[in-house]
């Protein structure tokens, strides 16, 4: 049975705040859904498309003014930074594509539309297994001095992304449509805290003022 709503939303906290991995007494993660049901899953239905990042969700920020303090790393930190988030970014928006597409075959499996092959199996536990690593990227355990707002967006990013993966898992185990929705939502969140921490590291790197 899948836990309550009211305390995955009081472990999503902790998770923004602190930027940690969940992990419960008994060793079981929690996969949230903040944003309530995202389909009708009718007996264990899902339709509708996966979320996938076409670029950041901040796009029209421009014209804002930023006022993040300034950083303390040299410039060549910075953009080194910089390149290593949108690097992170990049490789997960790929096994985000991929993997869509994998479980969305798993999803037909589940009702007896199809099967999917061997290899399809081993690449769907490949991205599962990458998603489970983002938390160890280097660019995830490290940050330069003055980052340490976008490194715990970066952490939020990593940290629904291995909940995403466990999501997957268990929906595989058991056919119980819900994790199917954790796994959307938990999607929704790692695209929205990555954007935030590539919007961050840019603030650093030009900010603005009035």
Known sequence: MRKLVLLGVAITLIVLMFGQRVVTPAGERFAPDPRGDLSDTGGGDVDGDLPVHEGSLHAGESNLVRSHPVSRASKAEGHAYEEAV??????????????????????????GDGRLTEGET??????????????ESEVVKGYPEGYEDCGQNLRVAAVSLDLAADSIRRFNGTNDADYLKDYQALIGMYLQAVSDAESCVSDHLYPAYP
């Open 86 to 111: 949108d690097s992170f970014e990049d490789s997960y928006r790929d096994t985000i594509y991929e993997t869509n597409f994998l479980v969305h075959a798993l999803v037909m499996e589940s009702r």
């Open 122 to 135: 081993k690449d769907l536990y490949a991205h599962l297994s990458d998603m489970e690593a983002a938390y």
